[in-house]
């Protein structure tokens, strides 16, 4: 189902590229200035801003992968191109939520967040969430460590300093057994633009520092419509696409090959009501498809967030979360950022993270689609039943049923009586009794000792360093 033409495609990349020719970016790093000035940037009408030629842009989104791979520390990978597939990420959030209240996130919540995401099948990588009781120089590799010793999914540190990402790399060497991280990358990075034009002197210190080792990374443009992007929706995509490629421009001239991952996704809009940015809105939902159809027609891999206003485990929550995923994954973006989120990707909630992951599966099963093969439709079967036949006991259905029919562990399908039997439980309360339930159990040790010991000792060295 697409959103946008294929002549619509290309008047938003015309015009990304007239941007970056005509306005330029602004970019706060003399290292990255001189290197474009040399490769045929010029220097743009306002202080700090440097204007790249189309040729150099095209030449960039030559060099970058067509394919990005991405390892778990279960030893699974996943291979993402442009047309698919979709996987399903947990989110970077402040605050927990306790019930209708909040509250930081410390490292025992930390932990219980990679508890539950482990017991997610739906869930393809945890994300690490800002932990409170450190210092935010310590967060991305202290985060790091703890996703290591509590999931084997992959790993998506959140960086908060430029020397977090060699501490990061450390690491992930560590984790990575031995083989190089472009060859079993379990970790992956990603930064944001600062919307309109801008990158950061920390975002392209970011990017300098976490090149030359084939490590994955997300390039983020986040506009928000009505407040730093035109209020139209076409006009904040070709501002966030221009964002977007000019960050890609970077990466791939300080590594070219670096796998990167392209995402317009997190665009959102300013609820002009009461000046909230809205991320679960039916215009966000549409500029989300639209940005993997843009990443696509750049032929790499897309992301964005399946996301929710919501304070609470409420219809809100689910049904923006519906809205939103469901357009994810009938345009096929790869990375679906949220599982668990509420409040603009302010808070995570555990039971919200169960709920979200039992509405991923059922996406999933919508992405599937129906299969149509000899097998499939049942020619012989129905031609051997025959009229007012009973096809439950048959061999074909025995065949078929579970891999046909969508089955979730949380919605109720049964019948009233039973439900009124088993204590009349909400979808809400069943989550929560799912999260009681899993951290109830024993705590995972998924990591050798001495991997463990290792990545202490490095986590030790690099807490030195950083308060030195």
Not at 238 to 261: D, F, H, K, M, W
């Amino acid at each position: 189902m697409p959103v946008l033409t294929l002549d619509q495609i290309e008047r938003i990349n015309r015009q990304s590229f007239g941007l970056l020719e005509t306005v330029g970016l602004r970019l706060g790093n003399e290292r990255v200035q001189s290197m474009l000035l040399a490769r045929g940037a010029r220097p743009g009408d306002r202080s700090g801003m440097l204007r790249l030629p189309r040729s150099l842009v095209e030449e960039s989104l030559h060099a970058a992968p067509r394919v990005v791979e991405l390892a778990s520390l279960d030893g699974s990978s996943v291979e993402l191109t442009a047309d698919g597939p979709s996987v399903f990420w947990t989110v970077n959030a402040l605050s927990i939520a306790d019930g209708k209240t909040i509250r930081p996130i410390d490292e025992k919540a930390f932990i219980d967040i990679c508890r539950v995401a482990q017991h997610c099948p739906n869930v393809h990588a945890t994300v690490a969430p800002a932990i409170s009781d450190y210092p935010p120089h310590h967060r991305d590799f202290v985060g790091l460590r703890l996703l290591a010793e509590n999931t084997t999914k992959h790993l998506r540190p959140c960086i908060y300093t430029p020397d977090g990402t060699l501490a990061v790399r450390e690491m992930g060497e560590v984790l990575a057994g031995g083989a190089a991280l472009r060859d079993r990358p379990v970790y992956s990075l990603g930064f944001t633009s600062v919307s309109p034009l801008t990158w950061s002197p920390m975002a392209l210190e970011v990017f300098i520092k976490s090149s030359g080792a084939g490590v994955p990374i997300m390039v983020n443009a986040e506009p928000i419509a009505g407040a730093t992007g035109p209020v139209t929706l076409a006009g904040t995509l070709a501002l966030a696409n221009a964002e977007a490629l000019g960050g890609l421009t970077i990466l791939q001239l300080l590594e070219p090959g670096r796998p990167c991952v392209f995402n317009l996704g997190f665009s959102h809009v300013m609820d002009m009501r009461t000046t909230v940015t809205r991320t679960g809105s039916p215009e966000c939902a549409l500029m989300q498809a639209a940005g993997a159809e843009l990443a696509r027609s750049h032929g790499l891999p897309s992301a964005s967030w399946a996301s929710t206003e919501s304070l609470s485990v409420d219809g809100q929550a689910c049904y923006e979360k519906v809205m939103t995923g469901l357009m994810h994954i009938l345009s096929t973006v790869n990375i679906i950022w949220g599982i668990g989120q509420l409040e603009a990707q302010r808070t995570v909630s555990l039971p919200q993270m169960v709920i979200d992951d039992e509405i991923a599966g059922a996406l999933y099963r919508l992405q599937r689609g129906i299969e149509v093969t000899e097998e499939t439709l049942a020619f012989a079967t129905i031609a051997e039943l025959g009229p007012g036949a009973d096809y439950l006991g048959h061999e074909h259905t025995l065949s078929h049923f579970r891999t046909e029919v969508h089955y979730g562990s949380l919605t109720w399908t049964d019948r009233r009586e039973r439900w009124e039997q088993a204590g009349q439980l909400d979808l809400t309360t069943r989550a929560e009794a799912r999260v009681a339930e899993i951290l109830a159990g024993s705590p995972p040790c998924q990591l050798p000792e001495d991997v463990r010991r290792r990545l202490a000792a490095i986590q030790a060295k690099w807490m030195a360093r950083a308060n030195s």
